[in-house]
T-cell receptor, first 115, second 117 residues
């Protein structure tokens, strides 16, 4: 069975600091990888996704993530965070090629950016 | 284009009752998935419907059920409510064309917050 681990449960940063949130998955086959964000009081929305090709994926709002197959990792990065990045971030995977959209989510990382 | 809508937004029930939650997907989307979000367990997949057929089901008891109508709207039902069913129930839609695929972006609704007393 697939599983996703997010090692940082709470992260507190000052504005302009760099961000890296860890995500590791467990699955023997090929997966699609996603990062979702949930801003306070808002819907869960997609930040970026990786299916194939260039392992460095760029998303919205200056976020990027790198897929490292050998490490089963898909870490999220942003060079300089803003107060508006305060949110909960979820890493998720699903099985590539499956006729289903079932997503397996990590437990989430709560990011607080201090002005 | 209107997003995914869920009704009601908030619901309070007592143990033993049943509840029905509704989800209207983005126009043209044919797949609807349901997730349960709790502080302890995070986001867990309940089930997915595509063209009125359940395509996948998560590891939840039979008290949780769902269906999808011909207009892609979906409902989920929880019978014999337990305190542990208190959660935010999220609906997501995708598959605007073709048979849908695992790479389709899922768009989430605001959720229905269910409190069981």
């Amino acid at each position: 069975a697939q599983s996703v681990s997010q090692h940082n449960h709470h992260v507190i940063l000052s504005e302009a600091a760099s961000l890296e949130l860890g995500c590791n998955y467990s699955y023997g086959g090929t997966v699609n990888l996603f990062w979702y964000v949930q801003y306070p009081g808002q819907h869960l929305q997609l930040l970026l996704k990786y299916f194939s090709g260039d392992p460095l994926v760029k998303g919205i709002k200056g976020f990027e993530a790198e897929f490292i197959k050998s490490k089963f990792s898909f870490n999220l990065r942003k060079p300089s965070v803003q107060w508006s990045d305060t949110a909960e971030y979820f890493c998720a995977v699903n099985v590539r090629g499956g006729a289903t959209n079932k997503l397996i989510f990590g437990t989430g990382t709560l990011l607080a950016v201090q002005p | 284009k209107a997003g995914v809508t869920q009704t009601p937004r908030y619901l309070i029930k007592t143990r033993g009752q049943q509840v029905t939650l509704s989800c209207s997907p983005i126009s043209g989307h044919r797949s609807v998935s349901w997730y349960q979000q709790t502080p302890g367990q995070g986001l867990q997949f309940l089930f997915e419907y595509f063209s009125e057929t359940q395509r996948n089901k998560g590891n939840f008891p039979g008290r949780f059920s769902g269906r999808q109508f011909s207009n892609s709207r979906s409902e989920m039902n929880v019978s014999t409510l337990e305190l542990g069913d208190s959660a935010l129930y999220l609906c997501a839609s995708s598959a605007p064309r073709g048979g849908g695929s695992s790479t389709d972006t899922q768009y989430f609704g605001p959720g229905t917050r269910l409190t069981v007393l």
